[in-house]
DNA sequence: CCCGCGGCTGATTCTTGAATCAGTAGGGGT
DNA sequence: ACCCCTACTGATTCAAGAATCAGCCGCGGG
């Protein structure tokens, strides 16, 4: 008992120190989600990991599953955006993958668990997360699809490839690759494997991707991929 | 009470009858919980997909678990024995790749509902089926592994390039590819989109796997996918 | 004919855990 | 001084649904 909390806000006003306790519960939701998984896991769980009252948990969240909600959407917006970025930030298509590619995998690196959460538990599952999941699964690939879509009209995609084909082959290889050090296949505690497994995705999907030589129009600039390639 | 006696059989009913129902049951269950998902269903939708009184599903399993257990257990075994016999029957890596890529489209376009089951809710869930998840994944994984380390060791793969690392990145290409499917991002209805995204799965993997022709030690017979990727 | 046995039934029981709610604490406004 | 509003608490309530169990039905054998 015995509410201690020092900080507490005008009315009408949003309290700093609640937006804290929220996030301290997020949080926790996350490290007991990534563990015992979403219906493996009890509210009790989540408060307990946030040293928080039981209620505290209904106060700021509607329900359970409004906090899986939260949990996702908070993981995901922040991985769109960095993907976005490394789109545009980079103008080559080659330049883009990697970019991609270092932003799952550091993603990984800063917050195992989130990722853990993201990849194991919201992305599969039919009810969990309810459209939420679909839109979300579209919204990455389709951003791809668009990347691609402008590659392929450059000439640098391999003939045929379907550019939608092709995004999801990227978010395969690399879920994939993930998903292995989540679960312990590979050894996530070093860190020179996960560099090596990003650059290997990388390098196999790009090589796999990339239009042969003979066919490059390349209005862009003069690729040093070519050379990279050929070692 | 506990009726638990596999050798009893009936008099004129037989206990073929009895595997019967069994079969029915567990055909019921993928239904089921393809559609609805392991923990979105009750026991009472398996019964009623199955036209069978509630308390028979108890009769032949332990508890809900032990459905899922089972359901995953027949189809994974049937899956990991169609990828050893497309090893099998291949002596070539390219052609093994595209027999691999074959079992799996077909068994999508023989059952979906169960790929579904075996994609969507068994693959990924910390608590589903317990150990035995992390035992599959490394059941098929060690397979394939085993099949890339034997082509290294022929120089077939590109330099530098992690066999277990290989296969990862093969099953989560045609994993997403089929999630694309099962999710309804693809077109499931119509088979030529199957047959163009199963064709482009294994060209895209093929042609970033396969070594350079300049590194070609070559004792094998000269792949024809090396005029494919020229055109 | 009747006894028992095994496949089978489905209402009943029991467990689990989500969600509620009556209530405390304390601060700031009036 | 009072009031009220927000943050917070955790025992209690309640529904869902997993698992049980008391017993039926039809047959074959004694």
Known sequence: MTAQNPAADGPGGESAAGQDRKA????????????????????????????????????????????????????????????KEAIA??????????????????????????VRVLVLQVARSPAIGGRSRQTAFEEIIGLCTAMFTEARAAGQLR???????????????LEMGLTAFVVGLSDAS??????????????????????????????????RSRAARRS
Chains 1, 2 share one sequence.
């Open 89 to 114: 930030a980079n103008g080559e298509l080659e330049s883009r993958i990697r970019g991609i590619c270092d932003v799952c995998f550091e993603a990984y690196r800063k917050d195992p668990r989130a």
């Open 24 to 83: 301290t519960i997020l949080r926790a939701a996350i490290d007991v989600f990534a563990t015992k998984g979403y219906h493996g896991c009890r509210i009790a769980d989540v408060a307990r990991e946030a040293k928080v009252a039981y209620g505290l948990v209904y106060h700021y969240f509607k329900n359970k599953d409004e906090l899986l909600q939260s949990v996702f959407r908070v993981g995901w917006d922040f991985f769109v955006g960095r993907v």
């Open 190 to 223: 070093d860190p020179a494997a996960l560099e090596r497994a990003k650059a290997q995705i990388a390098d196999s999907f790009l090589n796999g991707m990339l239009a042969p030589e003979a066919e490059w129009k390349s209005e862009r600039s003069a690729t």
């Open 159 to 173: 003939a045929g490839m379907d550019p939608t084909l092709a995004a999801l082959l990227l978010f395969g290889a």
